[in-house]
T-cell receptor
């Protein structure tokens, strides 16, 4: 079946702009995660959804970052007033439940100029 | 503070030989460990996992060893194949969902 998909694959934006990154999880997966991977680093946890609710948003770096999953499927990561330090690959993952292996999408490469 | 460390940024191995990738962690509360493989322009792909109640888990050519006293785990790939060339990340969690990743080791298998 289809894996986790993320759009866009690449996003270039100017400092101060607002961006939205979309994630389509594997069908039937109730858990969804966002990670951020900076150059030379491993993925860093941002937020975990179980169904529609954010069960753990402790990894969001500040209040410019927000994520939603209104119908328990597709999720959108929103970044306000982007900064150059936000440049990274944003990865989405999903799993059948919190105790199951996470399947990652290909990521969205965000570049803030 | 890096809780999961992969101290070797790169490793080259001849095809057919064993590849050993290492990972150290600092948090003794971690109870679940995983290895992911990542090709360029793709997301990480789950490879193998191990819970803290075990010291070894094997899946085909891949074996993960866990040494809790040393807070160390390793991934053995034998025999190594050119298609195994990728970046390998180890990850750990306390509980089941918040994975803490290492910085990765780039494996190159030479034909």
């Amino acid at each position: 079946g289809a894996g986790v998909s993320q759009t866009p694959s690449n996003k270039v934006t100017e400092k101060g702009k607002y961006v939205e990154l979309r994630c389509d999880p594997i069908s039937g997966h109730t858990a969804l995660y966002w990670y951020r991977q900076s150059l030379g680093q491993g993925p860093e946890f941002l937020i975990y959804f179980q169904g529609t609710g954010a069960a753990d948003d402790s990894g969001l770096p500040n209040d410019r970052f927000f994520a939603v999953r209104p119908e328990g499927s597709v999720s959108t990561l929103k970044i306000q007033r982007t900064e150059r330090g936000d440049s990274a690959v944003y990865l989405c993952a999903s799993s059948r439940g919190a105790g199951n292996e996470q399947y990652f999408g290909p990521g969205t490469r965000l570049t803030v100029t | 503070d890096q809780q999961v460390k992969q101290n070797s940024p790169s490793l080259s191995v001849q095809e057919g030989r064993i590849s050993i990738l290492n990972c150290d962690y600092t948090n003794s509360m971690f109870d679940y460990f995983l290895w992911y493989k990542k090709y360029p322009a793709e997301g990480p792909t789950f490879l193998i996992s191990i819970s803290s109640i075990k010291d070894k888990n094997e899946d085909g050519r891949f074996t993960v060893f866990l040494n809790k006293s040393a807070k160390h785990l390793s991934l053995h790939i034998v025999p190594s194949q050119p298609g195994d060339s990728a970046v390998y990340f180890c990850a750990a969690s306390r509980g089941t969902y918040k994975y803490i990743f290492g910085t990765g080791t780039r494996l190159k298998v030479l034909a």
